[in-house]
């Protein structure tokens, strides 16, 4: 007889272990199916920083969503500690947004008018971080911003699963999902398995499912070249974000510095013009990174939708079938959010009827307009 | 309108990349298709050996394809070098063999009947290679087998095959292959070509490819864990080799040590007790092997089929449709055979009966009993 | 004129960054000078493990020393993440040391008659630990040796200690150390410095110092190789240790198996033979273990005084010259003790009479006897 | 009895390595003491360029002298393979030394009245090389100016040499050298030998010995920084070089990139600043190699003299002792020529008068002028 599990997860980045998580809790037997490792993709090329405030631009649906799963984070930070014995390494300090024009310092009006951010003029940002460019005019500053080591969450949420009972399986590849009478099969080079729920949540990788299961959802690639440098000078206490690239301070003495956005490219790695880019950018932040030495360098391919928004929810037509994927440039933030709405779908809970329309597989372009 | 191949490669590691060469210069439109890098599955996890005659058990079939493959070799060598400007690092010198035992030197009585192999007793094996272990009998000296770097060869052939104007497409996963009229279509995350002639050429990631072409054909892993030391004192002329293990000398002053056999495992990294067996049955070919730094390790999945040779040839009822996968432990020695054979399949030349029978995708069990 | 320091201090080890730390706590100008990295050798392939407990044979004095020195970390972890940002990974838990016959039972006795010690049996150790091996007769289980990783502790320390004033030269040898009337002359490759007060923390790279100090002193190398495995399934809640072997698990979800013991051994890299040792032993401790993933592989070189103990004090003549270096196995615990004794030399403030005695650099055998 | 050599070598990089093979090639009994790995600093960063012809602005003394190295390769290679099984990756193709403006070309006017250089037009370099930018007005061609894997080398060397005799002791620090009767005492963590002669040949870390030798003569660090990208499309073929910088092809299928010239710079690690100039010089000789995958990326330190020649030849003083250091940019170039002319002044043999007047350690700054 067939393994079952009451629910399979197809994905093992950072999205496919919260849900895992939040499932496993729940008491459901959860299978997690991932073709490498853990959090070997898309997951572990983030930067980690969860940018609930300095990354939205949808106060509406989106923030309210994103700022629940950010607040997730300060309670899963003990639980993983003591589930997996993983430290996610939670840093705080917050993020500094960066003006250097009055239209950039305009456009953050809406974001400065939010009870969690404060405008700081440039003498204020400069007192507490002597290296940033003294060009700039001000900064938002968001305190709750604060970045977390990606694939630490993704190991953490994973093996915690683990411990309460969820079985993983990595280097797995599934290659099939068959609907059957009352249970979906899962094809997999290692055999079968039957499961009475199934949630899709392989990023990027997603597309050849929705084909498979009759969607016309695509998910396109868009590369993120980073790179990281050893700090060992002066501390950086901030995040520092500008035009959609930061410097994010991690707590082992590294700065990493992040991203460019190359659409449609499937190459997982840096490109020596990426690089540069990166390294123009992070200068006109902070002007003596320059003088820094590099640690690594990597890329990753961040799984964009029509919208930019994530596909979360049933299959429109397919009972038992889920998705969890496209979540752009903010899987890290989202992922805890991810977790509780697959979970309260699959428990029958509630779930925040805006946050279903907005993020439902078969919307169209209207939904964020 | 889409993009145009006489012949789509499926698979970018040293069988795929031998096909793409050897069609490239029949002058065919080649494209080749990779999920990853060239080479960066299996193929790199090798350690090289060309073992026609060490690896051999069948004189009749096997062994006259597999000579055929390495003494092509000998050309290819500064074919690749000339095209792509990259050294394929053969280095001579040759296999010995190991016997330890009366049962183990009369096991190598038809192999060293051979006009090509030679038996030494240990003196003289051990006058020439003074760290060999003095418990042996003697060795089988096979001269011929000599060894590659498999990820340069794997490179090189991809990249002359790109100067001859096949198109390589790492990254890029084919995730259907559908009959159309006269061509297939093949899909992939980055958009669709079309193509004549279609090669599977997907190592052990063949199965899902003969699933959807409705062949019950399937190929299972045998993890192989490997290891390198670097040599600082002793200079290693010979490769050794004693049950399915070897001590192979690397042309940068490494040795590798290889290789495990676990059935059935998926996971790509070596486990503890791997590295542990290794390491055992490598002092007992050259016990001072001990005293050496360790370098790195690593593993692979070698494609297993039911009778432990590849399936080379058409679909029995589609045209345009072939395979080159399964070469288990050989798939090295075999590359460029392999390419040759399905290029002469491809362009309607003689093929070798024999073989053509032995590697055909309907065999049954019988053909090697 | 030359630049002038209180205290220069030659060693970036953990050490020496200790010593810089609490110096530069006190307000004095202090100059670390370093040949490479901060933590780079010794430091770096420590396991990090704090055994105040489970490393020590003398209760009577240098228990009391390294028993002070680790109850210094439950503050410096504080101390370090708010000055340099950094994270000490401090990972509680305790360790398990383990008996297997009634022999080291009994050897254990007075261990575990320490109010911090219980003697676990076989039962209650298996219960919490279902990985450890069956075969044991019991543990003691030392609730507050826990571990750090060192690396950070060390770059903390560094870090913290520049955030505070003092100036940390990476990449500078110290050749020379010249006595000059009232102060010391430092002699760099990139120049040279003065300071009233020389520590030299060399660790093993302390022996020409002693030498041109006039002092007959030497420390002799103790090779120690370790590795790493990826922890998948299980999660190891304590440290085991037997035989002077551990599996320490860190907080990324790695275990640290160390370590061998290869007297007057001075390269740096592990060798085959000794990664096959740890293996056999960690299987003994953890039969499982065998199955994981292997990470890394890596070697140190421990820092051996005649006696087995550090030397910690004033040059027995020359005025402001002091030394801090020898710590074996210890010198990650032994840290933070260090640092506070060479301060309160320097300051001239008080230090526990026996500790001043038993570490002295003048010292002959019977001090331990 | 203390172990005794015929000579001694200080310095296990390529110019050390080199002096060990010529002598044992003489029958010497010759010892190397390196404080790390064979060839773990300057030589490794080195990309290899033999530009015996693109680095040389001294046609009456260096010109010869760099260029009888040069051609010793061409034996060398075949040479080191027999006796060490170690392939110094020799690549034909010869250097392009590009010319953007009038000025430039006319620079290189008695460059190439050399027989062994060729200018070419913009359109000759185009059609060879299509990489090449556009705005190039040409090149000079110098075919014999090829490259080799310095690391290959230097280790391939050592090797080599130990085959004939040598004993090499890696991680040996040697920390005095003091003259006795009739030989040189040497002294080592690990103990003292003694030896006839000694040669000095440890690059920038020679200045200690320089001042305990009573000499006055300096080297500083010039650091260089360096970085390889993946070629996986168009292959490259010869050598690019503008302005000290150049792209350099490897047989692997990598570019490497250098350098930077950082004077003072005692720091080994490269600089984020340091990368950027490097890219945007590539880019300046190769557009294209923007898109490509970076590899690594790695910085040396350069031990450059104060009229950037090597200093090469016996203490004007004290019998039996010897330098050869301070290669600056030329070490993988001249080793072979130095190896030999230190040989040769051990031996007694004949040595060019100019060179030994050149490289003389007591030189002043007019012999170059």
Redesign the interface.
């Known amino acids: 007889m067939k393994k079952y599990y009451d629910a399979a997860i197809i994905g093992g980045g950072i999205i496919g272990c919260s849900i895992a998580y939040y499932l496993a809790k729940e008491n459901l037997k959860v299978g997690l199916f991932e073709s ?1 490792e ?1 959090g070997g993709k898309t997951t572990s090329a983030a930067a980690g920083m969860l940018g609930a405030h300095s990354e939205c631009d949808d106060m509406n649906i989106f923030y309210p969503f994103a700022r629940n799963s950010q607040l997730e984070y300060f309670k899963l930070e003990k639980e993983i ?1 003591e ?5 996610i ?1 939670l ?1 705080k ?1 917050g993020i500094y947004k960066l003006a250097y024009t009055e239209k950039e310092k305009k456009e953050m009006e809406s974001l400065c008018a939010l009870p969690t951010v404060d405008w700081l003029d440039a003498n204020q940002v400069i007192s507490n971080e002597s290296t940033i460019s003294p060009l700039i005019l001000g900064a938002a500053y968001i305190e709750d911003d604060v970045s977390v080591v990606p694939e ?1 969450v993704c ?2 949420l994973g ?1 915690s699963a ?2 309460l009972g969820a079985e ?1 399986h ?4 599934v ?2 999902i068959q609907k059957q009478e009352s249970t979906y099969l899962i094809k997999t ?2 055999g079968e398995v039957e499961a009475q729920y199934v949630v899709v949540a392989s990023g ?2 997603s ?2 499912f929705f ?1 498979s299961m009759g969607l016309s959802n695509r998910i396109v ?1 868009v590369k993120g070249e980073c ?1 990281s ?2 700090n ?2 002066t ?3 901030h995040t520092l974000f500008h035009e959609h690239q930061y410097i994010v ?1 991690r ?3 590294s700065l990493v510095i992040g991203a460019t956005m190359v659409e ?1 490219d ?8 990426g ?2 880019k990166l ?2 950018h ?2 006109k932040m902070m002007p003596e ?6 640690g690594s ?1 990597w890329a990753g391919l961040r799984p964009q939708t029509f919208d930019k928004k994530p596909f979360i929810g049933r299959h429109p037509e397919q009972e038992g079938l889920l998705f969890a994927a496209g979540h752009f440039r903010n899987g890290i933030l989202l992922a805890p959010g991810t977790g509780k709405m697959i979970s309260n779908l699959i428990l029958g809970k509630e779930v925040n009827k805006k946050w279903r329309e907005a993020f439902k597989i078969e919307r169209r372009h209207e939904v964020f307009a």
Chains 1, 2, 3, 4 share one sequence.
């Open positions: 490498g853990l500690r589930l997996s014995k993983i430290d390494s840093c300090g630490a190991k953490g093996i683990s411990v993983l990595e280097y797995t590849q290659y099939d080079p290692a990027l990788w597309n050849s084909e690639p790179l440098v050893w060992r000078g501390v950086l206490n301070p707590m082992n003495g449609n499937w190459n997982e790695r840096p490109s020596l013009g690089i540069e390294i123009v992070a200068k990174i320059g003088e820094m030495e590099i360098t």
